[in-house]
């Protein structure tokens, strides 16, 4: 889908009171501490520590001698890769790691190697079309119509939905490869709306996203088959750790999200002019929630995405404060009448098999 859509249009009802309260206490929150909205000392600390980690896993895996070792040692490398994405590149793509966004840019462009994604369509498509239209058929890229899993209401059913809510882990971890080797080369040769925004442009553009391609497979998969050889490791073994490897990294980062936007959320067809039935933050408070993982401290390694409601309503804001922008959120929202949720995730996977199986129905019983 690559044409040309209308701008979609958020009618004022009643909002402004709520915004203004939101930005206001935010504001407050942030003087109060005598802080400011970017990673702080600690969350460089994390970055350095997981990219430390990173890089000694994958060193260790290209010296073992045995398959054991190399699968262990191969798999830790990627999973710590995705937790560098998760930690660091999410708030990167944000503009809210570093103040610079040089500096932004080129984290993103380092820990997105090993995962294959080009990070700037990766940026775009998340910052510029999912945040603005979540949940909003043809417009939110995240849940394009792709014949394998209904992910909304106004998409085509057909007969093997019905057991989606039992293969979607397989779906969910081919997700990081299809969108290295799918999305980003559709979005690279113009098929997508992507098209419009001439992301990388040119043949400069070209380069640099050839180049990234060939320096992650020359990381992941050249470098480590030279060095199985070397060391009488099969290379049916390399391959299959490598893809394998590349499905729990998905895996780990869609079991964050995936219930996030389903989780009894509203989805939306927007009118012909590309009018919707409510304000901004009517439609984030539908199509999104919090969810509180337990134990608590695995908040920690989650990079806010728990928090997602609270992500969506402050991107520009370092996940380090979405604990304390999530407990503002919720006492302003029961103050304006609006219906925040925080779930824990036990009720987030109950609320997601129920999606799951509810669009895996034929359209007529809906």
Request: aromatic share 14%; with cysteine.
């Given at each position: 889908?690559?044409?040309?859509?209308?701008?979609?249009?958020?009618?004022?009802?009643?909002?402004?009171?709520?915004?203004?309260?939101?930005?206001?206490?935010?504001?407050?929150?942030?003087?109060?501490?005598?802080?400011?909205?970017?990673?702080?000392?600690?969350?460089?600390?994390?970055?350095?520590?997981?990219?430390?980690?990173?890089?000694?896993?994958?060193?260790?895996?290209?010296?073992?001698?045995?398959?054991?070792?190399?699968?262990i040692c191969y798999l830790l490398f990627?999973?710590?890769?995705?937790?560098?994405?998760?930690?660091?590149?999410?708030?990167?793509?944000?503009?809210?790691?570093?103040?610079?966004?040089?500096?932004?840019?080129?984290?993103?462009?380092?820990?997105?190697?090993?995962?294959?994604?080009?990070?700037?369509?990766?940026?775009?498509?998340?910052?510029?079309?999912?945040?603005?239209?979540?949940?909003?058929?043809?417009?939110?890229?995240?849940?394009?119509?792709?014949?394998?899993?209904?992910?909304?209401?106004?998409?085509?059913?057909?007969?093997?939905?019905?057991?989606?809510?039992?293969?979607?882990?397989?779906?969910?971890?081919?997700?990081?490869?299809?969108?290295?080797?799918?999305?980003?080369?559709?979005?690279?040769?113009?098929?997508?709306?992507?098209?419009?925004?001439?992301?990388?442009?040119?043949?400069?553009?070209?380069?640099?996203?050839?180049?990234?391609?060939?320096?992650?497979?020359?990381?992941?998969?050249?470098?480590?088959?030279w060095a199985a050889e070397q060391h009488?490791?099969?290379?049916?073994?390399?391959?299959?750790?490598?893809?394998?490897?590349?499905?729990?990294?998905?895996?780990?980062?869609?079991?964050?999200?995936?219930?996030?936007?389903?989780?009894?959320?509203?989805?939306?067809?927007?009118?012909?002019?590309?009018?919707?039935?409510?304000?901004?933050?009517?439609?984030?408070?539908?199509?999104?929630?919090?969810?509180?993982?337990?134990?608590?401290?695995?908040?920690?390694?989650?990079?806010?995405?728990?928090?997602?409601?609270?992500?969506?309503?402050?991107?520009?804001?370092?996940?380090?404060?979405?604990?304390a922008l999530a407990a503002i959120l919720?006492?302003?929202?029961?103050?304006?009448?609006?219906?925040?949720?925080?779930?824990?995730?036990?009720?987030?996977?109950?609320?997601?098999?129920?999606?799951?199986?509810?669009?895996?129905?034929?359209?007529?019983?809906?």
């Amino acid at each position: 889908m690559s044409e040309t859509l209308p701008p979609l249009r958020y009618p004022a009802d009643g909002e402004q009171a709520f915004h203004q309260a939101l930005q206001r206490a935010a504001h407050h929150y942030l003087s109060g501490s005598r802080e400011h909205r970017f990673a702080g000392g600690r969350e460089w600390l994390k970055a350095g520590l997981l990219l430390v980690l990173c890089v000694t896993c994958y060193l260790l895996s290209l010296l073992q001698v045995s398959s054991g070792g190399f699968v262990i040692c191969y798999l830790l490398f990627m999973l710590m890769a995705m937790l560098l994405n998760i930690n660091v590149n999410h708030d990167a793509s944000h503009g809210v790691f570093s103040r610079s966004p040089r500096i932004n840019r080129i984290i993103s462009r380092v820990v997105t190697l090993p995962l294959g994604l080009d990070p700037d369509y990766w940026r775009v498509r998340h910052v510029h079309f999912h945040h603005v239209y979540a949940n909003i058929e043809h417009y939110d890229l995240d849940t394009e119509e792709n014949g394998f899993f209904r992910q909304t209401p106004f998409q085509r059913w057909r007969p093997w939905m019905r057991w989606q809510h039992l293969y979607w882990p397989l779906i969910a971890a081919l997700s990081l490869p299809y969108l290295a080797w799918v999305f980003d080369w559709a979005d690279r040769c113009g098929k997508t709306p992507l098209a419009q925004r001439q992301v990388m442009p040119g043949v400069r553009g070209w380069l640099l996203f050839c180049l990234s391609k060939t320096l992650h497979l020359l990381l992941v998969l050249a470098i480590p088959l030279w060095a199985a050889e070397q060391h009488g490791i099969a290379i049916s073994v390399v391959l299959a750790t490598w893809l394998g490897s590349q499905m729990a990294a998905s895996l780990l980062v869609v079991f964050l999200l995936l219930g996030t936007h389903w989780a009894e959320a509203e989805f939306y067809q927007p009118g012909a002019e590309g009018e919707l039935p409510h304000g901004w933050y009517r439609h984030n408070f539908a199509t999104a929630c919090d969810w509180q993982p337990s134990p608590a401290w695995l908040g920690y390694f989650t990079g806010g995405l728990n928090l997602h409601l609270t992500h969506h309503l402050f991107p520009g804001w370092h996940h380090r404060h979405y604990p304390a922008l999530a407990a503002i959120l919720a006492r302003l929202a029961s103050e304006h009448g609006m219906n925040y949720r925080c779930i824990s995730y036990r009720e987030l996977l109950r609320r997601q098999q129920a999606f799951l199986r509810r669009m895996g129905q034929p359209q007529e019983a809906l």
